[in-house]
């Protein structure tokens, strides 16, 4: 399997070489480590080609309805919330600071005014954090229609979590996995509940290794780490939705979704390179808006069942309108999704009642 080999050391040549490259076989995403193709075959061709698009327009009314949106104040996160709050749920905008999440506050109660919106702190690398977000959550609701499990981070330098994880990992991942734990029983007590990870076209180049499984300053690769959080992402999802239907839990379901290519804020982890190649690549990608889409299908679609994936329809799946897409044979190991399971379970320490 291909993965993209990042320098330890950037030079003004070789950055500029590898973007003339991607430029010469029209594939830009690709210096972000996102694959060359995803196959389709003839039939799934034609199949998009007759199939009706699905557009915000066609998001249900969601009046009633109680939603959690992590890293709800920027990109495609932001442009989630927006529509299900457009659409009449009661949304609460998850991110790491009030000086983060106010504007994006503002700006959704601008364009519906009478949305009922909120902003709650909440840090992903922080597991006291996430147990202080979920008492909070508890104590203002009694239930949780939808967790949009959104935020995230890419290809940043090697740091940690306050809890000692390798960050992209603990925070893409584990993060994830903890603030799920901790509010099943919200989402548990809601008639018909969805929980939705948002992976990344990323994932096909990941590997789990739990040997180690969190990489440490000697090991450390930024794409590496990234497609490897990304990858859990997706065996958390499936796994989640085996241990739900082994347990005859059929008022939650479990989703994912990927944004194809869009202009989002996560390339601002990449210091030097992702200021380099933000204003060129911009103009390749999709909008936030349009990367939105797929969230909010899995999220929302009357149609949808749990343990779908859906992602952009065009080639390479990096924009356009969304669809049910496949993903890799990794994602379907039911074994390492056990023991990733098992191992973040013991990591967090948090539990699931599946």
């Known amino acids: 399997m291909n993965r993209l080999r990042c320098p ?4 003004h040549n070789t950055i500029l070489s590898t973007i003339g490259q991607r430029f010469c076989q029209g594939n830009l995403a690709s210096f972000s480590g996102y694959p060359i193709e995803t196959p389709r075959t003839a039939r799934d061709r034609k199949s998009l080609e007759n199939s009706e698009r699905w557009t915000a327009d066609s998001i249900p009314d969601l009046t009633g309805k109680i939603v959690v949106v992590t890293g709800g104040n920027s990109g495609v996160g932001f442009e989630t919330a927006l529509e299900l709050a457009r659409h009449g749920a009661t949304t609460i905008i998850a991110c790491r600071s009030a000086s983060r999440g106010e504007p994006a506050l503002r700006r959704i109660k601008e364009a519906v005014p009478s949305s009922q919106t909120e902003l709650m702190i909440l840090d992903l690398g922080d597991l006291a ?3 202080a977000f979920a008492e909070r959550f508890m104590d203002a609701h009694e239930k949780l229609d939808l967790l949009v499990n959104n935020a995230g981070i890419m290809a940043t330098p090697y740091r940690t979590t306050k809890d000692g994880f390798e960050s992209q990992f603990g925070t893409n991942h584990l993060g994830h996995f903890a603030l799920t734990a901790k509010l099943m029983p919200s989402i548990s007590a809601a008639p018909s509940a969805r929980i939705v990870n948002v992976s990344s076209v990323g994932h096909r180049s990941g590997d789990i290794d739990f040997n180690p499984l969190l990489l440490d300053r000697s090991n450390y690769k930024r794409w590496r780490a990234y497609y490897r959080s990304k990858l859990a992402n997706l065996l958390f999802t499936y796994e989640m939705h085996r241990r739900l239907e082994r347990a005859q839990i059929d008022n939650v379901s479990s989703l994912a979704a990927h944004p194809g290519v869009a202009r989002t804020n996560l390339a601002q982890g990449m210091g030097f390179v992702g200021t ?3 204003p060129i690549a911009f103009l390749f990608l999709q909008s936030a808006q349009m990367g939105a889409l797929p969230i909010l299908r899995a999220a929302t679609d009357t149609n949808a069942q749990s343990g779908q994936y859906y992602g952009p329809d065009k080639p390479h799946e990096r924009s356009g309108y969304p669809i049910i897409v496949s993903s890799s044979p990794e994602s379907h190991d039911e074994e390492t999704a056990r023991r990733l399971w098992e ?12």
Do not use: P, W
Not at 8 to 11: A, D, E, I, P
Not at 343 to 354: A, Q, R
């Open 343 to 354: 191992y973040s379970e013991e990591l967090t320490g948090v539990k699931f009642n599946l």
């Open 8 to 11: 330890q050391t950037y030079t």
């Open 276 to 278: 380099l190649l933000k």
């Open 129 to 131: 954090s996430i147990n």
